[in-house]
């Protein structure tokens, strides 16, 4: 977008507006290799404006997606331990990226990741109460005893959870597969809340949250929230 060069140099931080224009005036900066004059607009994105020799630095984009995460991923960007880690699957990105949230080594599906640290630390604090949907495969069959008390609560040693919703219940072979809507995030909260009502987990996938899906999003593939996805997550995220 283009914007006048004193608005860009006040918004890299580097003087106020009546001081940006002075500099302009007396032919301290450059627009694509010209000294630049008042007036002139530029695409921070696209032109290269220099400041007294030294090129203005970029204004950090925002960048929303959403990966569908395979098993086997660890959800940080660096792993001490060497593992793999989500941020191999998106190295088309060169910006520094943040998980909104954790999956599990063994948990797959969504997952959101920006390089808007405020609003990925808004999304995912507890008083949000984002909703949070997991297709869960359960070795065994199903009981519809045990599946009424995880929708009602489940005393974990952190405490009673809060009421879950559950749908899509079936069975295949020897396990059984139903959907788990939760809108807390303690850390593994639906492998303990399965397991506190003898429910051992095999698979667990999360295929939505708030109101985005995976849709055809392959394992392993991410893509670009749409302005109006991003828009409706900030006003969840800023609810009181
Ligand atoms: N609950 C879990 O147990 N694991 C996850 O990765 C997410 C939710």
Not at 39 to 68: F, K, T
Not at 124 to 139: D, F, N
Not at 153 to 164: I, R
Request: some cysteine.
């Amino acid at each position: 977008m283009q914007q006048r060069l004193q608005k860009l140099l006040a918004q890299a931080g580097l003087a106020s507006r009546r001081e940006a224009e002075k500099w302009i005036e007396s032919g301290r900066v450059m627009l694509n290799g010209a000294v630049a004059s008042i007036g002139m607009s530029a695409d921070p994105a696209v032109d290269e404006i220099v400041v007294d020799g030294r090129p203005l630095p970029r204004a950090e984009q925002h960048r929303y997606l959403m990966l569908n995460k395979p098993v086997g991923y660890v959800t940080t960007m660096n792993d001490p331990e060497g593992r793999q880690t989500v941020r191999e699957l998106v190295t088309a990105l060169p910006e520094r990226l943040y998980p909104v949230g954790r999956l599990d080594l063994t948990t797959e599906g969504l997952l959101l990741l920006t390089n808007d640290g405020d609003f990925a630390q808004q999304l995912a604090h507890p008083r949000h109460q984002i909703e949070k949907t997991y297709l869960v495969r359960v070795r065994g069959k199903v009981d519809y005893a045990m599946l009424r008390q995880l929708e009602v609560g489940v005393m974990l040693e952190d405490g009673m959870t809060a009421p879950a919703r559950i749908d899509g219940v079936r069975s295949t072979g020897s396990h059984g597969w139903f959907n788990l809507t939760i809108r807390e995030g303690r850390n593994r909260q639906v492998r303990r809340m399965c397991e506190a009502v003898g429910f051992p987990v095999s698979r667990l996938k999360r295929i939505s949250y708030a109101f985005l899906t995976l849709g055809d999003l392959a394992e392993g593939q991410w893509r670009e929230l749409t302005r109006d996805e991003v828009a409706r997550l900030k006003k969840l995220a800023q609810r009181a």
